[in-house]
């Protein structure tokens, strides 16, 4: 009875954490941007490996507030003005390397150097995944929103190890199947959108999501200095 009891309990705590990790990913911000334009961009497999770095980033933090490691979230907490600034520079950076991103015309009567064409200009996920965990990491008050939405379910009852680890697991599958199901259908729109280019370039529409894509990071970057300055 008791194993039974234990096993529904610890059920229950992984129901919270993918409702937790949902609720997180789920308000678009510029990590949502920059998946959206990713996967407009390159593919479904672009957009993908952008959600699950997000995805990894707000797990580590969910550990770190789960398992109540105080003096490293006072750290990082500490560090958040530096790495506030880092982020956004390099989201900044990121946006305005899209809006001068070349545009160039695929050969429509030569499949192959349309495809070699494709992947020279298409990022890997050695470069996409450990980028957005860096860039989601670069935002430490996550950590406070993790202690208190967990104050909130624990109610002051410490969770067992098990059910801890459950939990932040839980967390990094919820936000995980938010940023597939964003980039499965952000990919069916970029299918229809691009219709007849399966390449995605040196279309007018193409330099369009470029302008548009990047001035919102760039924005975004700006928005996050202002708050800081403020």
């Given at each position: ?9 610890l ?27 990713r996967?407009?961009r ?41 790495l ?7 989201l ?34 050695r ?14 008050a ?14 002051g009852t ?11 697991s ?6 995980a ?33 470029n302008?548009?894509s ?17």
């Amino acid at each position: 009875m008791d194993t039974g009891i234990a096993a529904g309990e610890l059920w229950g705590v992984v129901g919270r954490g993918l409702v937790i990790g949902l609720v997180v990913a789920v308000p678009v911000g510029p990590i949502g941007m920059l998946c959206i334009m990713r996967t407009l961009r390159f593919g479904w497999g672009a957009g993908l490996a952008t959600g699950l770095g997000a995805a990894t980033a707000d797990a580590t933090y969910a550990a770190i507030a789960a398992f109540g490691l105080a003096t490293l979230t006072s750290a990082l907490v500490s560090l958040q003005t530096p790495l506030t600034i880092a982020g956004s520079l390099a989201l900044a950076i990121i946006g305005i390397r899209t809006i001068r991103a070349p545009v160039v015309a695929a050969p429509a009567a030569d499949e192959a150097l349309s495809h070699a064409a494709q992947q020279t200009e298409r990022p890997s996920w050695r470069s996409l995944y450990p980028g957005t965990i860096a860039l989601t990491l670069a935002n430490p008050a996550t950590i406070l929103t993790f202690i208190g939405i967990f104050a909130g379910i624990t109610s002051g009852t410490a969770y067992a190890p098990l059910a801890t680890a459950g939990l932040v697991s839980a967390v990094f599958a919820g936000s995980a199947l938010w940023w597939l199901v964003l980039s499965g259908l952000v990919s069916a729109v970029r299918r229809r959108w691009l219709a007849g280019d399966d390449a995605g370039l040196g279309t007018p529409r193409m330099r369009l999501l470029n302008a548009l894509s990047g001035g919102v990071l760039v924005a975004f970057a700006l928005l996050a200095a202002i708050r800081l300055l403020a």
